[in-house]
């Protein structure tokens, strides 16, 4: 595990995350633009649904250990607390259409290379981090998905993802507009 | 969050339910791109008119509403150039008016129904790329539909 966070470009930071969680090699074309566009066919949604869990799974180990330590400042914990129920709510939608389908969802890794968060500036950074991330893959990967339900729900997620990265940026006094 | 956001979400969140979901909360299902198309235009076109009185009314709100609208005329020209694409007539010209209503609560529910057209609609384009740029179009209305929240939040919070 690195001590300190490391600060990459975007989508390198998108591509590593999915690559550590083992996105198949077709999504990290998407992700990484080599791939336009993928086939509509459940494989395809099975690749999306694997990917996205990936990054949910990331994301939630990042806040529960974020709120295990009480990094978040007081006047902030309700959004992370608020955040990580989304994100748990987007796993477990995600792992009900893969059951549905008849497949096995990818579990949690059993860590994740969240570095050293040694106050409530660098939890407000990773977060951050991992909800751009969250965001530039369901905005890449969402228009492979083959079917409507997955689709909708998919959609509803990514504005979820939009909404915490925004209030994120907000809080770090980033320009959002 | 909305009663509405909340109930969606309840509802969307648990796929295996959707047989149960309350019809008061079903998404729109829209017909075809066309019929999205249009229902998206209708709703942008009120937002922006709220967007515009409540820049007039409030000076402080006038950069966020300048990008806003910035937004919309960009998203504007992404969908024609999809209806050409896709073979869809012309988007009808709209006029550019202004809402009575400089509440930040008629903005919000302006906003949100511009949201939620957009991720309700994604099903019925049924084109990998016209879906890819749309939602790229609600990645920028999600993040206002945020700051808005935050400015209602604060607005709460100071009574």
Known sequence: MADTPVRLPRRDFVWRLA???GVAPVVLGLLDGTLEALPKSEETDFAVL?????IEHEAIALYDLALARGLFPAGL???AIEFVGDHKGHRDTQIAIVDERGARAP???ASYPHGRLRGGDDALRACLDIEIAAQQAYLALNGQIRTRDYLLSAAFILVDEVRHMTVWQRVLGLKIY | MSQRR???KAA???PVALALRPSSVEATDYASAAELFEAIDRLEADTAARLRRLGRAAPAARAFTASALADHERHRRLRARHRNRLGLGAAAVATATESEDASLAGLRAAQEALVYAHAEGFPALGDALAVHDLMANMVDL???LTVIDLWI???DARG
Do not use: T
């Not at chain 1, 694997?50 to 990936?54: C, E, H, K, R, V």
């Open chain 1, 77 to 79: 914990r309700s959004y």
């Open chain 2, 153 to 155: 939040e604060r607005e």
């Open chain 1, 19 to 21: 690559r550590s969680a």
């Open chain 1, 50 to 54: 694997f990917a996205s869990l990936a």
């Open chain 1, 107 to 109: 579990e949690a890794l």
């Open chain 2, 6 to 8: 909340a109930l969606l």
């Open chain 2, 12 to 14: 969307l969140f648990a």
């Open chain 2, 142 to 144: 999600a993040r206002q």
